[in-house]
């Protein structure tokens, strides 16, 4: 499978469908995934084309009054559950259900969009590695989607290593334990953002002060905490000999 559907784990993400959008706090999002999923059941017959065009309208309108982080981005709501037991979020007309090669036709976004988006994390040559950590790192598909979405703060953390000298398998397994920490601080956060993986990256963090200026905007003190036991545990950084071969 992939970053988006990992094989291991009850998680998975939807971040790109707009689900972030709406101001909702994680059981609310999960509650909406929920109504959706359930009347997605009950109304939408894979027989039926008018059924999804109907379902769509119906969704759009009983929540268009949840507030919004940013009025041009579209949240789909195609986007819900699609395991039994009601883990995994992921798009209910995808045509491994419907049998239907055109069926997410029926979005704002249409097939072509929605069957050749990748994100960045995805994209990245480190992909399995990131999914397996967030795999443990997440609780529920809403904090896999908030890690996996979040690709400008996974290359801050690449090149936060890099630049301390410490390469790929270092960061994954010498210091599994600092990363994971980095990534739970980081959900803290994760809910004042909008991300939806489309955010660009304006900074290229050529220098550890950058990334680490970069950490500091974005988690406060927590970062601060983080650094010094960090200091204190690799007194020598920038000594050590290796390469971030990605
Ligand atoms: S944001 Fe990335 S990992 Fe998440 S569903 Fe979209 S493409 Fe997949
Ligand atoms: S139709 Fe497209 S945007 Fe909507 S849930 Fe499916 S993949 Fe996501």
């Known amino acids: 499978m992939s970053l988006c559907h990992p094989n291991r784990g009850n998680v998975s993400c939807g971040a790109c469908c707009g689900l972030f959008n709406l101001k909702l ?58 395991d039994d037991t009601k883990q995994r979020i992921g798009c209910m007309i995808h045509p491994i259900f419907t049998g239907d090669p055109k069926s997410q036709n029926f979005s704002f976004y249409g097939t072509s969009i929605c069957q050749a988006y990748d994100c960045k994390t995805k994209e990245s040559t480190l992909a399995d590695l990131w999914e397996n950590l967030f795999v443990e790192i997440a609780k ?68 550890l002060e950058a990334v680490e200026s970069y950490f500091e905007s974005e988690l406060g003190m927590d970062w601060l905490r983080w650094k010094d036991e960090w200091e204190k545990k690799n007194p020598n950084r920038g000594e050590v000999s290796g390469s971030f071969d990605k």
């Open 25 to 82: 706090n994680t059981s609310e999002y999960k509650n909406l995934l929920l109504d959706r999923t359930t009347e997605f059941k009950k109304t939408v017959n894979f027989e039926v084309r008018h059924s999804f065009p109907m379902y769509r309208k119906d969704r759009e309108t009983k929540e268009a009054h949840i507030p919004k982080k940013d009025e041009m981005t579209y949240n789909c709501p195609f986007l819900g559950y699609v």
């Open 140 to 207: 529920d598909s809403i904090e896999f989607s908030f890690l996996s979405a979040d690709h400008i703060f996974t290359y801050a953390v690449e090149k936060f290593f890099s630049h301390s000298n410490w390469n790929v398998e270092s960061m994954f397994n010498t210091f599994r334990l600092e990363l994971m920490e980095l990534f739970r601080m980081r959900l803290i956060t994760s809910n004042r953002k909008n991300f939806t993986s489309f955010e660009i990256n304006y900074d290229v963090f050529l220098t």
